[in-house]
Nanobody, 128 residues
Framework: QVQLVESGGGLVQPGGSLRLACAAS????????VGWFRQAPGKEREGILC????????YVADSVKGRFTISRDNARNAVYLEMNSLKPEDTAVYYC?????????????????????WGKGTLVNVSS
């Protein structure tokens, strides 16, 4: 049974940093593309970062480029989201997700409906 469990969310001041973790079970993160989505109040869920099998390709949304990075720990079967220079507009529920396939597609940002498995999300609140 595939499960994804996010952790690490919380309240952080603007300009601060936060690291989210996504612990996977039931499949190997090394073998599939895994990514992070976020959904702010009143907005659609958007894909922001994706890492492919073997790191063959990554997707990075313009909104987080230069501030957020994605990484993977195969030994822990986990994927991480490192967030720096956080802004109030980064406030959202952050989800990790995966789909059948091993390469992040160029339209990952709008592929929420194509994901096969989702975590329950973790809330990030950027506020002073």
């Amino acid at each position: 049974q595939v499960q994804l469990v996010e952790s690490g969310g919380g309240l952080v001041q603007p300009g601060g940093s936060l690291r989210l973790a996504c612990a996977a079970s039931g499949f190997s993160v090394e073998q599939r593309a895994v990514g992070w989505f976020r959904q702010a109040p009143g907005k659609e869920r958007e894909g922001i970062l994706c890492i492919s099998r073997g790191d063959a390709r990554r997707y990075v949304a313009d909104s987080v480029k230069g501030r957020f990075t994605i990484s993977r720990d195969n030994a822990r079967n986990a994927v991480y989201l490192e967030m720096n220079s956080l802004k109030p507009e980064d406030t959202a529920v952050y989800y990790c997700a995966t789909e059948l396939g091993n390469v992040c597609r160029g339209d990952f940002g709008s592929r929420a409906s194509s994901m096969d498995y989702w975590g329950k999300g973790t809330l990030v609140n950027v506020s002073s």
